[in-house]
């Protein structure tokens, strides 16, 4: 079994910057691609940023130039650097990983969420 756990979510006004983080734990053999994902209230939840193993990103328009995604594959983290927040910003933030465990199953696994509120 694999185990995501995020951490990083708060308040913050709006301008400012947050970085979520997200470790990946368990019986793991190898880590593919992993990413962050937001659900508003009363909304889906939306893509924000994925990462390859190789480091190879991908962002949701909204966020472009604003936040980053990087990883360590080491430690099997996943990072989000938010910054110039904006109230729009504010949702539950779930990391999501591909993750081949040490019985070589390959499964997608998410994390129970981080609340990240911008308000002045």
């Known amino acids: 079994q694999v185990q995501l756990v995020e951490s990083g979510g708060g308040l913050v006004q709006p301008g400012g910057s947050l970085r979520l983080s997200c470790a990946a734990s368990?019986?793991?053999?190898?880590?593919?691609?992993m990413g962050w994902y937001r659900q508003a209230p009363g909304k889906e939840r939306d893509l924000v940023a994925t990462i390859t193993e190789g480091g190879s990103t991908n962002y949701a328009d909204s966020v472009k130039g604003r936040f980053t995604i990087s990883r360590d594959n080491a430690k099997n983290t996943v990072y989000l650097q938010m910054n110039s927040l904006k109230p729009e910003d504010t949702a539950v933030y779930y990391c999501?990983?591909?993750?081949?465990?040490?019985?070589?199953?390959?499964?997608?696994?998410w994390g129970r969420g981080t609340q990240v509120t911008v308000s002045s």
């Open positions: 999501n990983a591909e993750a081949i465990s040490t019985g070589r199953t390959t499964a997608n696994y």
């Open positions: 368990g019986s793991i053999f190898r880590v593919n691609d």
